[in-house]
């Protein structure tokens, strides 16, 4: 029979926590990091963020052009400086990649896969780079990714841009990169709510990481 280990590796929580404060919530995923152990079922936590610009760990500074009255927070996952509000869906992957036998690129690519899939059930073709991490439709960034991987656990995620005022993404580089055009759903005449496109990610997530149970 399975023993505990195995059957967690399955399991999934999923939290919808609304709309956060950046900093909070990156120290309450720093705290639940480190205080699980080899027993501790994996997270996904659901948000939003209040207006802020966040700065990778190899973020520069001349990627961030001006950003009027939007925070800066210094953030501890990769890549470089992004921008986080209302109507963008966030979504933080608390995943125990050594249980579940997974390499940083498997989570990566496994997180693009899922958005893809996500957005051809709206009937848009997305795509991966394989020079520049998220998900982009033709040549816009409709999604972005930001990870990091302590003790063998990650945390941060994606976000989605759902519905949103996209003018401070001309604030900055958008994840470095200067010109970088950037999409949402409603701009792609999507008209969902962010309530159920996070349904319908945590669906496309779960199965793509083999999550056979989950509760909200």
């Not at 033709?138 to 759902?162: F, M």
């Not at 945590?202 to 909200?216: C, E, I, K, P, W």
């Amino acid at each position: 029979m399975p023993g505990p280990h195995d059957l967690n590796a399955k399991h999934l929580i999923v939290k919808n926590l609304g709309v956060t404060q950046y900093q909070d919530t990156l120290q309450r995923m720093r705290e639940f990091t480190d205080a699980r152990d080899d027993e501790t079922p994996d997270e996904l936590w659901l948000l939003q963020h209040h207006p802020v610009f966040t700065q990778g760990q190899s973020g520069k500074k001349e990627h961030i052009l001006d950003p009027g009255n939007i925070p800066i927070v210094q953030s501890d996952r990769g890549g470089q400086v992004t921008y986080h509000g209302p109507g963008q869906l966030v979504c933080y992957l608390l995943i125990d990649i050594k249980r579940k036998q997974l390499g940083v690129r498997d989570l990566v690519d496994g997180i693009e896969l899922s958005v893809i899939h996500l957005l051809a059930s709206y009937g848009i073709e997305a795509k991966a780079r394989a020079d520049a991490p998220g998900v982009y439709v033709q040549d816009a960034k409709i999604a972005a990714l930001g990870l990091r991987v302590r003790r063998a656990r990650s945390y941060h995620g994606l976000s989605l841009n759902v519905s949103m005022d996209l003018e401070p993404y001309g604030r900055i580089n958008p994840c470095g990169y200067e010109g970088l055009e950037v999409t949402d759903l409603a701009g792609l005449g999507v008209n969902e709510d962010i309530s159920s496109v996070s349904s319908c990610l945590v669906a496309q997530l779960a199965a793509h990481f083999g999550y056979d149970s989950f509760r909200q």
